[in-house]
């Protein structure tokens, strides 16, 4: 490269009649003479998580062996296999601290509601939930601070289920993977309609996306003088209840008054603005993984949290030859003929999130691509569907991390070593350093 006393802006666009064209991070838009900025070899690591639903048939994800990196490819991972020295395969961790001899039932609920946090989900179907802070949201608190976004939360399924979802359990452990405190779940979206909105603005032009910022800000303003009027009604308890809600309008004013500066002359990537929520499953996680993809390559936020379904899915899937809904099978007792429906759905998720890590390869990022400079998760809540238990629990990481994360092993670890170990390790490997999640006993050895 290079050093010269300028530096290309980093917003340049191609301008051409009635489009403009976004470039990607070239040599020359980095700041001469500044080691701190990012650069081509200095790139900015993304990070994020894949959840599946109900489990898998252990089996036919763990591969064989002690570790090592002449792992074969189980049949859940061959999706995968192009990726293989990109991709570390997790063996042993479990999430313990969700198990409750007390509870009964409710083993979905728990499992997916402690997922990123190691944290048991209180038991209640009123407004008075409480679970954890989650690994994706101790690092959007570092990752997040410079991005429009904070974090983006996906889904394939309607969050509008409110009530008992399961054996006393609010709906809202289910319906959200990513909480940014033990009292606060960030709701997931699924149509991709929305996602376009949110990430580019209506109609896919600046000027509308910073027009909605403008009138965000005017309803957050109205919002915030209200707030302060009824303050000074309350007494001291009433007012540090709404101090939270509170913080998070404060920190929604400070991302619009980021993104008003930084954004101001921002064209937005060439890519249509969807219709609205597909019919058919798999385009509807391939449209949501490409809004994903292009937020990351934007970057409009650099952290994520997308469910492929949500625990208990009855989802059939007919175009692979399972007419039998996803939780029937996951209760396979064995049965031969479960156990392949169980793993032809596992697989088929699997090729789906193996179809964004392709599209993350093919996207150039500074000196590598989006998936040199990321570290995508995959996983599930837990680990054989048919036990119901958080043992053991399939994970598959994917991507360089910026040079954090060398690919092409499977780690095994001592079987119920804490899966927030893993998680600790990952924050490490991003830059957003935690002393201990929940149970944490420390980082996972050699990862």
């Not at 149509?191 to 000027?207: A, I, K, N, Y």
């Not at 993104?259 to 101001?264: K, L, R, T």
């Amino acid at each position: 490269m290079i050093v010269t006393k300028k530096a290309l802006p980093r917003r340049t666009v191609l301008r051409g009649i009635g489009a403009t064209v976004a470039l990607p991070f070239l040599d020359a838009m980095a700041p001469a003479l500044t080691a701190t900025a990012r650069t081509a070899a200095n790139p900015l690591p993304r990070l994020g998580f894949v959840y599946a639903p109900n489990g898998m048939f252990l089996p036919n994800f763990h591969p064989t062996g002690g570790g090592g990196r002449s792992f074969e490819m189980s049949p859940i991972l061959k999706p995968l296999e192009p990726y293989r020295n990109q991709m570390v395969v997790v063996s042993g961790l479990s999430n313990r601290g969700l198990v409750s001899t007390n509870e009964g039932g409710g083993v979905h609920t728990r499992a997916h509601g402690g997922w990123l946090s190691g944290v048991l989900p209180k038991r209640t179907e009123g407004a008075d939930i409480a679970a954890g802070k989650t690994i994706d949201q101790y690092a959007a608190d570092t990752l997040g601070a410079d991005t429009s976004l904070r974090s983006l939360e996906l889904t394939t399924e309607s969050n509008f289920t409110v009530g008992n979802c399961e054996n006393g359990y609010s709906c809202t452990y289910q319906n959200s993977t990513s909480w940014r405190t033990a009292t606060t779940p960030l709701p997931h979206e699924r149509d991709p309609r929305v996602v376009f909105q949110r990430l580019f603005g209506d109609g896919g032009s600046v000027e509308a996306r910073l027009a909605q910022m403008r009138t965000d800000r005017s309803i957050l303003d109205s919002v915030t003088e209200s707030i302060g009027r009824l303050e000074r009604r309350l007494g001291l308890r009433d007012r540090s209840s709404v101090e939270e809600y509170l913080d998070a309008v404060r920190d929604i004013e400070r991302r619009i008054q980021r993104a008003e500066q930084s954004n101001a002359d921002t064209p937005l990537p060439p890519v249509a603005q969807p219709g609205g929520v597909p019919e058919d499953y798999d385009e509807h996680v391939s449209l949501l993984f490409d809004m994903l993809v292009l937020a990351y390559q934007a970057d409009v936020t650099r952290v994520s949290c997308t469910q492929m379904a949500r625990e208990l899915s009855g989802r059939t899937y007919p175009n692979i030859g399972v007419p039998e809904a996803h939780h029937s099978v996951s209760h396979h007792q064995l049965d031969p003929h479960n156990i392949e429906q169980y793993t032809k759905i596992n697989t088929h998720q699997m090729s789906l999130f193996a179809r964004m890590v392709e599209k993350m390869h093919n996207t150039p990022d500074g000196d590598g691509t989006l998936l040199d400079h990321a570290i995508l998760l995959y996983g599930t809540g837990m680990g054989d569907g048919d036990h119901h238990t958080p043992y053991n629990l399939p994970v598959t990481l994917v991507g360089g991390g910026c040079g954090q994360l060398a690919g092409g092993r499977h780690m095994q670890y001592e079987l119920d070593t804490p899966f927030m170990n893993l998680g600790v390790s990952l924050l490490d490997k991003v830059g957003a350093h935690v002393d201990r999640v929940s149970d944490s006993t420390g980082r996972l050895a050699e990862l």
